[in-house]
């Protein structure tokens, strides 16, 4: 007997909660519609709420308990409200970062019909891309989370951006994989190195690497952008980029702005990977000022959940899982073709459970389990 997929859920706070319910219910409903794929669900308590009420920011032996899942879904965790003795917001995700080396961050970046488009450019409707965001070293090596900034007094601070081979090899082939996994998909199988090796060691290095790998990958366009070009060019001409591959700031920097170009928050998938665990959560907060209001786009909870329903296809070898992912990701298209996707975030009408209600009916209506 095959054993059960098991997929740890921490909902988080605020609006966390909401939109992970809508992706764990999709994510359900694709895997139904495709057959042949099946999850068990079990909920991990943590956040700034569970810490409020108890003192520890995750329930006893939920670190162990996500790292022995197949998957980690995450709502969103924290409220600006409640903080650490030392003023810091709870954060128990960071440190699950940390623990299970998800170096890889992956955060898909595409154009909706009938969503909003902040380029007056027609060719933006064709932006479909991603930035992969290392995820555990770079500049936030010695972020305010890990401690480790050299603060002399009160007249100077030092951070350091620590690039590691190790970690770099792993990154650059997990980037190129990507692309061609993209490739075979119809997309356009380009792998951009984004740095600052002109300036930076540390880039040099970077970029060092990805030429050492690049030739295992012969059916992959390679290319390089400095950080401050590719900024210009994600305005000028995004449609251009299929996947590029970058330090932690940066990726942190013109993932948001890439974002931006497409919508909002509301849109914004994210899966961390390593090499024995996936977490995956939409890149957005806990919004506390729309909570429980029904209004949260539910959009990059459920994007995050065919993310990781990929993710599962992969580490299983199961490909209805695959197939449960494209399913969403096709219901998501078609919603917005439709118009039958309008998120009030957009000025549309309709709030968390209507665009979950809305991408289910999509389901439901799509022929067998077929790729289409
Ligand atoms: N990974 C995480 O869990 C994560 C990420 C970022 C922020 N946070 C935490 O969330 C809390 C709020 O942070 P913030 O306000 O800076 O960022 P936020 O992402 O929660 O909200 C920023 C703005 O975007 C809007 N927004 C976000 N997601 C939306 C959605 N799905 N639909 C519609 N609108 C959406 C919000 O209403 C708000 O106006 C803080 O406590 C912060 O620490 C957590």
């Not at 961390?272 to 996936?278: C, L, R, V």
Request: aromatic share 8%; hydrophobic share 40%; proline share 4%.
């Amino acid at each position: 007997m095959q054993t059960p997929i098991r997929i740890a859920l921490i909902k988080g706070d605020g609006i966390g909660i909401d939109v992970s319910d809508a992706a764990m219910t999709v994510a359900q409903a694709a895997c139904d519609h495709v057959g042949g794929c099946a999850f068990d669900i079990a909920e991990i308590k943590a956040g700034a709420g569970y810490f409020q009420e108890t003192g520890q920011d995750i329930e006893p032996g939920g670190e162990d308990a996500a790292g022995k899942a197949d998957a980690i879904f995450l709502g969103a965790i924290g409220l600006p409200s409640v903080r650490y003795s030392d003023g810091t917001e709870i954060s128990p995700h960071l440190r699950l970062r940390d623990r299970f080396g998800l170096y890889a961050g992956v955060r898909p970046v595409k154009a909706y019909l009938n969503a909003p488009q902040r380029l007056a450019d027609p060719r933006a409707a064709n932006i479909d891309m991603v930035i992969l965001r290392e995820s555990t070293e770079g500049l936030f090596y010695s972020a305010a989370v890990h401690n480790r900034s050299d603060i002399i007094g009160d007249s100077e601070v030092r951070d350091t951006l620590r690039i590691t081979r190790a970690t770099t090899e792993k990154l650059h082939h997990f980037g190129f994989r990507l692309a061609q996994k993209r490739k075979a998909r119809g997309k356009p199988g380009r792998l951009t190195c984004v740095d600052k090796a002109n300036v930076f060691a540390s880039m040099a290095f970077f970029r060092k690497i990805y030429d050492e790998i690049a030739p295992a990958y012969p059916d992959i366009e390679t290319g390089y952008s400095y950080v401050d070009a590719q900024a210009l060019n994600l305005i000028r001409n995004p449609w251009d980029y299929d996947v590029m591959v970058m330090e932690n700031m940066f990726g942190d920097i013109l993932s948001d702005l890439a974002g931006g170009l497409v919508g909002g928050m509301g849109m914004a998938a994210c899966a961390e990977i390593g090499d024995a665990n996936g977490l995956f959560q939409p890149a957005h907060g806990s919004a506390p000022d729309i909570m429980g209001q029904d209004k949260a786009n539910p959009l990059a909870a459920i994007l995050s959940a065919a993310l990781m329903l990929d993710y599962l296809g992969e580490r299983t070898g199961n490909t209805r899982f695959d197939e449960a992912a494209h399913v969403i990701d096709s219901a998501v298209d078609a919603g917005f073709a439709a118009n039958a996707l309008r998120p009030i975030e957009f000025g549309g009408d309709m709030g968390t459970r209507a665009v979950t209600q809305a991408v289910l009916d999509s389901i439901v209506s799509r022929n067998g389990g077929a790729m289409t």
